[in-house]
């Protein structure tokens, strides 16, 4: 059975769609902020750099317990070289063990000496890896202030965007609300279909919705349809809006 429903309301139904092609515009658009993409981006190089923190923090560790470790080495042969050398000042020594003590002075100022120069590369290796990670913890702090700023703009762009969404689907609501309930229902069931566009204005002998032009038959059909008749495209099943006086001619 053919639906029938008043012309003016099939007319009003194009400012539905407009209304309803605006809101999936506005939802685009909040799906789509470029802040989206650069606050993903920004959280994948969060992710690189924390990494980056822990190996180097591990590193810094690492080399702080090499320096305590040094630096507790260099005190033992420091201290014990100032007793043998406390001895050797002290005098009366025999000769043999004279000997033994210089023997062992010679040898912890040369162990000693080599411990200082080691103690100096970790302390050195110590300064960079603290050094890396201080530049490290800055960058952090950086990249943390700009995602701040990232999602402060992209609340606000949704912020805005909830707020034109709901005034025009309240603009939606009120326009659709008068129109034929069946009308309405055919609407909706195509628009579900055809990407939320389920009506759509006669363009001299096509579809203005799938942009497809009328074939004899069909073309016979829509200049036969009485103003009240409701008329589906043959090609995309969209409500064709016919306009007061038809466009078309036999």
Do not use: N, W
Not at 19 to 47: C, K, M, S, V, Y
Not at 55 to 83: G, K, L, P
Not at 144 to 163: H, I
């Amino acid at each position: 059975m053919s639906l029938t429903a008043p012309a003016r309301d099939q007319r009003r139904l194009l400012d539905v769609q407009a209304l309803d092609t605006r809101l999936a515009q506005i939802a685009h658009r909040a799906r789509t902020l470029p802040e989206h993409a650069a606050i993903a981006a920004l959280d994948g190089t969060e992710r690189t750099l924390r990494d980056e923190l822990v190996a180097a923090r591990t590193v810094a560790s690492d080399v702080e317990r090499e320096a305590t470790r040094a630096e507790t080495e260099v005190e033992q042969v420091r201290a014990r070289a100032e007793r043998t050398s406390q001895r050797l000042a002290a005098g009366g020594t025999p000769a043999k063990e004279l000997q033994q003590l210089l023997a062992e002075a010679e040898a912890l100022t040369r162990r000693l000496r080599s411990l200082e120069d080691a103690q100096l590369e970790v302390m050195e290796r110590q300064e960079s890896a603290a050094e890396a990670v201080a530049a490290l913890e800055q960058r952090a702090a950086g990249l943390s202030g700009e995602r701040a700023k990232l999602v402060a703009a992209r609340d606000t762009a949704l912020t805005a965007a909830r707020a034109e969404h709901e005034q025009v689907g309240a603009q939606r609501a009120g326009a659709i609300g008068q129109l034929d309930k069946g009308l309405v229902a055919l609407y909706e069931q195509v628009r579900a279909k055809r990407d939320g566009l389920g009506a759509a204005p006669v363009v001299g002998e096509t579809c203005g919705g799938c942009r497809m032009p009328f074939t004899g038959t069909f073309r016979g059909r829509v200049t036969g349809a009485g103003p009240d008749d409701v008329v589906q495209c043959e090609e995309c099943d969209r409500i064709l809006v016919r306009s007061p006086e038809p466009e078309l001619r036999r």
